[in-house]
Each structure stands twice: as C-alpha cells, then as structure tokens.
C-alpha cells in the first residue's frame, strides 16, 4: 500500500522555520521525483519545491528561493522542506507528491494527506 505521510506543520510565527517531512512507504522512493505543494484557502495548489530521484537536482518557486531548502533521504524514504523566515502568506496545507515518468505520456504519481501550516503572530 502506498502511503506518504507529511509531518511537522503547524502555527509559527512570522520570521520563524518548520521543517517538515514526508515519509514513503509501498513504492520505490529512491527513483520518483519528490514535490512539495501547497494550497492556500481560496487558491490553487502550487508548486513549492522539487527534488531529482537522485538528490542532485532541486527547483524553487520565486515565493521559496533563498527560504526553503528541499533535500531527501533516500534510505529513510522520505522528502523534507525547510523553512525559515517564514511570512503570513506561506500559510497553506502543505503536500507532497511523488512522480515517475514510465514512460513518455505516463506517470505514476503519489500524493499525501498534506499538513497544516500556519504563519501568525
């Protein structure tokens, strides 16, 4: 059964980090790109962060360069996202998402349950 499972959100105040995690299980993690998501009340889900299969490559929405850090651990199957001085408007349900491209047209693609994060003072 595939599972990912985020951890680690939760209310934090402006200027201040979380660094969450999304554990895999079921599926060979060490070959899937990892994502992360988020989606804000009223918003479209958006792309955060990206991680290669390998750990070599990483991307970042506009919102997330010089703040978060996404990094893997492929022998504990999980993704992580650091965040640090963080703003009202990074206030969203975080996810992650897990994609292979098995071939040209088709992906195999995962998601979790996401995780509440939450900017105030």
């Known amino acids: 059964q595939v599972q990912l499972v985020e951890s680690g959100g939760g209310l934090v105040q402006p200027g201040g980090s979380l660094r969450l995690s999304c554990a895999a299980s079921?599926?060979?993690?060490?070959?899937?790109?990892m994502s992360w998501y988020r989606q804000a009340p009223g918003k479209e889900r958006e792309l955060v962060a990206s991680i290669a299969s390998a750990g070599g490559t990483t991307n970042y929405a506009d919102s997330a360069k010089g703040r978060f850090t996404i990094s893997r651990d492929n022998a504990k199957s999980t993704v992580y996202l650091q965040m640090n001085s963080l703003k009202p408007e990074d206030t969203a349900v975080y996810y992650c998402k897990a994609v292979l491209m098995v071939s040209a047209f088709k992906s195999s693609e995962y998601w979790g349950q996401g995780t509440q994060v939450t900017v105030s003072s």
């Open positions: 079921g599926f060979t993690f060490s070959r899937y790109v």
